[in-house]
């Protein structure tokens, strides 16, 4: 009886001294904290989305810039709660299934992330009511008062329309600034490894959602065309090295340091994009298939696929199958696709099969259901004129974070 109360006992201090350690708070931001909980739960959430290792070293190396983003999110949202704005909740969802849009993630694959990993759904809910609020927050202050004149507009329009007739990139960044939390060391120390963890797999827009602080990263980092004249001639320099595809060096910016990723290069007459919606299927291998069986599989697969006309009729087939699994992507940009899987269907017109990949689950392929070439649509004086409000606030709100951190009272404890 002694020996199950004194276990009692300790069992009952190791509870109470781990809902102690979840509480602390670790940082303060005005009437606000964030607690060790909150700080756990937004990095699991960053480094699983991101397709990271959730590892005690990942988790020591990206707190700082997590708390840095966390601390940034709670300033948005005490400003847009003095002025009253309000997010509904079908925004939000609207603005999760974009951020799985964006990462070319399939619809409802977020919710599934954060109950495999038991992760509050409020954690990303936040993160997306901030971003939303933000938005509103700086239209509704400076809208009134950002002026673009018939003048300002044409300049420009016909700049876009010159711009045609010049080879554009389709630029994505991951920006980690330089500021009073975080030191010069420290942010080109972690722009350095999340750049490994992308080429060990983690996918580049995820790791923009949940790590840059560029008002891009709501969109996976997705800078949208450019030419060479929109852009910074450092990363010009890195731009010009790039293949499609490929990730630059950290780059060294008045900002802090900057990651650029090359998702596809346009000359001018050449379609802007390709969208395409893929099909993934498996097949699997009999038990303890010998290399004989293994490659009978993927001559079945492969012979099943010529049998059809389109994705249903492959999927209808699949289905009679015991084992057989398929998922549809649903349609993305072909430059979202992993970098693993474009070279295997950037070729493939509608309808057809890539090469079969064996692997330890079975043999897997992605048909192509759908591809379309998309063309750069001609520019109007409307479209032109919102896009530079658009820049306008962008730059309005660095400038307006910079003031609320500078004015807020923020302690962040060890």
């Given at each position: 009886?002694?020996?199950?109360?004194?276990?009692?006992?300790?069992?009952?201090?190791?509870?109470?001294?781990?809902?102690?350690q979840?509480?602390?708070?670790?940082?303060?931001?005005?009437?606000?904290?964030?607690?060790?909980?909150?700080?756990?739960?937004r990095?699991?959430?960053?480094?699983?989305?991101?397709?990271?290792?959730?590892?005690?070293?990942?988790?020591?190396?990206?707190?700082?810039?997590?708390?840095?983003?966390?601390?940034?999110?709670?300033?948005?949202?005490?400003?847009?709660?003095?002025?009253?704005?309000?997010?509904?909740?079908?925004?939000?969802?609207?603005?999760?299934?974009?951020?799985?849009?964006?990462s070319?993630?399939?619809?409802?694959?977020?919710?599934?992330?954060?109950?495999?990993?038991?992760?509050?759904?409020?954690?990303?809910k936040?993160?997306?009511?901030?971003?939303?609020?933000?938005?509103?927050?700086?239209?509704?202050?400076?809208?009134?008062?950002?002026?673009?004149?018939?003048?300002?507009?044409?300049?420009?329009?016909?700049?876009?329309?010159?711009?045609?007739?010049?080879?554009?990139?389709?630029?994505?960044?991951?920006?980690?600034?330089?500021?009073?939390?975080?030191?010069?060391?420290?942010?080109?120390?972690?722009?350095?490894?999340?750049?490994?963890?992308?080429?060990?797999?983690?996918?580049?827009?995820?790791?923009?959602?949940?790590?840059?602080?560029?008002?891009?990263a709501?969109?996976?980092?997705?800078?949208?065309?450019?030419?060479?004249?929109?852009?910074?001639?450092?990363?010009?320099?890195?731009?010009?090295?790039?293949?499609?595809?490929?990730?630059?060096?950290?780059?060294?910016?008045?900002n802090g340091?900057?990651?650029?990723?090359?998702?596809?290069?346009?000359?001018?007459?050449?379609?802007?994009?390709?969208?395409?919606?893929?099909?993934?299927?498996?097949?699997?291998?009999?038990?303890?298939?010998?290399?004989?069986?293994?490659?009978?599989?993927?001559?079945?697969?492969?012979?099943?696929?010529?049998?059809?006309?389109?994705?249903?009729?492959?999927?209808?087939?699949?289905?009679?199958?015991?084992?057989?699994?398929?998922?549809?992507?649903?349609?993305?940009?072909i430059?979202q696709?992993?970098?693993?899987?474009?070279?295997?269907?950037?070729?493939?017109?509608?309808?057809?099969?890539?090469?079969?990949?064996?692997?330890?689950?079975?043999?897997?392929?992605?048909?192509?259901?759908?591809?379309?070439?998309?063309?750069?649509?001609?520019?109007?004086?409307?479209?032109?004129?919102?896009?530079?409000?658009?820049?306008?606030?962008?730059?309005?709100?660095?400038?307006?974070?910079r003031?609320?951190?500078?004015?807020?009272?923020?302690?962040?404890?060890?």
């Open positions: 009886m002694r020996f199950f109360s004194l276990l009692v006992v300790l069992l009952t201090t190791t509870l109470t001294c781990s809902a102690a979840e509480s602390r708070i670790v940082a303060v931001i005005n009437e606000n904290v964030i607690t060790q909980k909150d700080l756990d739960n990095l699991k959430l960053a480094i699983v989305s991101a397709g990271l290792a959730d590892s005690a070293q990942n988790r020591k190396d990206l707190k700082d810039q997590i708390l840095n983003v966390m601390i940034d999110e709670l300033l948005q949202l005490q400003a847009i709660k003095k002025e009253s704005i309000k997010i509904s909740d079908g925004d939000i969802e609207e603005a999760i299934s974009s951020m799985e849009e964006s070319g993630s399939p619809q409802g694959s977020i919710s599934k992330l954060l109950k495999a990993n038991h992760i509050p759904e409020s954690v990303i936040q993160q997306a009511e901030a971003q939303l609020g933000w938005v509103d927050y700086l239209r509704g202050k400076y809208l009134p008062m950002v002026q673009i004149s018939d003048s300002m507009t044409e300049h420009e329009l016909a700049k876009l329309q010159g711009d045609e007739q010049k080879t554009q990139y389709h630029i994505a960044e991951i920006v980690l600034p330089i500021n009073e939390q975080i030191s010069e060391e420290k942010a080109r120390k972690d722009i350095s490894k999340l750049r490994s963890d992308i080429q060990r797999g983690a996918h580049f827009s995820a790791v923009a959602q949940q790590f840059s602080q560029a008002s891009t709501a969109k996976g980092g997705d800078m949208g065309w450019l030419t060479e004249d929109d852009i910074s001639p450092e990363i010009k320099a890195a731009v010009e090295q790039l293949e499609t595809g490929q990730l630059s060096l950290p780059i060294k910016s008045s340091y900057t990651l650029i990723y090359l998702m596809g290069r346009q000359r001018p007459g050449e379609p802007i994009d390709t969208t395409i919606s893929l099909l993934q299927v498996q097949m699997p291998y009999p038990f303890l298939a010998t290399e004989y069986e293994v490659r009978e599989t993927s001559e079945k697969l492969t012979k099943l696929a010529r049998s059809c006309n389109t994705c249903a009729e492959f999927q209808k087939k699949l289905t009679a199958i015991e084992g057989s699994k398929y998922e549809n992507s649903g349609s993305m940009s430059d696709l992993n970098s693993e899987i474009r070279p295997l269907v950037a070729h493939l017109k509608q309808g057809q099969l890539s090469e079969v990949l064996p692997t330890q689950d079975g043999a897997i392929a992605f048909m192509v259901c759908s591809k379309r070439e998309i063309k750069q649509e001609p520019w109007t004086k409307d479209a032109v004129r919102n896009m530079l409000i658009q820049k306008k606030l962008s730059l309005l709100s660095r400038r307006d974070l003031d609320l951190k500078r004015h807020a009272f923020i302690q962040v404890r060890e």
